[in-house]
């Protein structure tokens, strides 16, 4: 086994790795926010924010993402007239499919909260955008912290599925330098254990929140 072909090409897959995490940082920060808004739209008692809110969950729940990624990628310069650059059509990709997962989270931690908190709220005079700002979603959003930690690794592995239309992310690169130098075992073996050890860091920070949040609750 050749390691010095993992030496000499470090620089060229670690930038690979730096796009991956900004690919899964601003897919976690949009798909977080996006997800906030369907979450509450799915749980509003109007027909007009609930009915579109459960669609869009549910079609993209039931889709792979690399569909998604070809969708987009594909269908832009049919529909503007421009093709979209690799980036922006992964950002967008992984945002609008990411939401679906993050609101169902999102729902679910709303969910756990008493209801009692919520009426003594709008008995204090405060209005259902001030009630879900400052009581229910402080407190949802901190009971379900480690679903989304662990969703956040879900997401970090699954930037590695823009490979497919072309973005440079970090398996990409793994792949073009095989290409050259023909040493698959070693090169994917390189980076199978950098997805293992920042995956097991994510899985174990979830634990721990997780734990943390057990002997809150005692």
Same mark, same amino acid.
Request: hydrophobic fraction near 55%.
């Given at each position: 086994?050749?390691?010095?072909? @993992?030496?000499?090409?470090?620089d060229f897959m670690l930038g690979g790795l730096v796009l991956t995490?900004?690919?899964? +940082?601003?897919?976690?920060?949009?798909?977080?926010?996006?997800? @906030?808004?369907?979450?509450?739209?799915?749980?509003?008692?109007?027909?007009?924010?609930?009915?579109?809110?459960?669609?869009? *969950?549910?079609?993209?729940?039931?889709?792979?993402? *690399?569909?998604?990624?070809?969708?987009?990628?594909?269908?832009?310069?049919?529909?503007?007239?421009?093709?979209?650059?690799?980036?922006?059509?992964?950002?967008?990709?992984?945002?609008?499919?990411?939401?679906?997962?993050?609101?169902?989270? *999102?729902?679910?931690?709303?969910?756990?909260?008493?209801?009692?908190?919520?009426m003594a709220a709008y008995a204090s005079g405060l209005t259902v955008?001030?009630?879900?700002?400052?009581? @229910?979603?402080?407190?949802?959003?901190?009971?379900?912290?480690?679903?989304?930690?662990?969703q956040a690794v879900v997401i970090f592995q699954d930037t590695s599925?823009?490979?497919?239309?072309?973005?440079?992310?970090?398996?990409?690169?793994?792949?073009?330098?095989?290409?050259?130098?023909?040493?698959?075992?070693? +090169?994917?073996?390189?980076?199978?254990?950098?997805?293992?050890?920042?995956?097991?860091?994510?899985?174990?920070?979830?634990?721990? +929140?997780?734990?943390?949040?057990?002997?809150?609750?005692?």
């Open positions: 086994m050749d390691l010095s072909v @993992i030496i000499h090409n470090l995490f900004q690919l899964a +940082l601003i897919t976690i920060a949009g798909g977080l926010l996006l997800g @906030i808004l369907l979450a509450m739209a799915r749980l509003s008692s109007k027909p007009w924010l609930y009915y579109p809110a459960t669609l869009y *969950i549910h079609f993209f729940r039931g889709l792979p993402l *690399i569909l998604v990624i070809f969708w987009l990628y594909f269908l832009s310069p049919i529909i503007t007239g421009q093709s979209m650059d690799e980036f922006l059509a992964a950002v967008v990709s992984f945002i609008v499919f990411e939401a679906a997962y993050f609101a169902e989270i *999102i729902r679910a931690g709303i969910q756990s909260i008493s209801t009692g908190q919520s955008f001030q009630c879900a700002r400052h009581v @229910i979603l402080p407190q949802a959003l901190r009971n379900m912290t480690p679903a989304l930690v662990t599925l823009a490979y497919v239309i072309g973005l440079r992310e970090f398996l990409r690169r793994v792949n073009l330098v095989d290409a050259r130098e023909a040493r698959s075992v070693e +090169l994917y073996l390189f980076a199978g254990l950098v997805y293992f050890l920042i995956c097991s860091a994510g899985a174990l920070i979830s634990h721990r +929140l997780e734990n943390r949040l057990q002997r809150d609750w005692v």
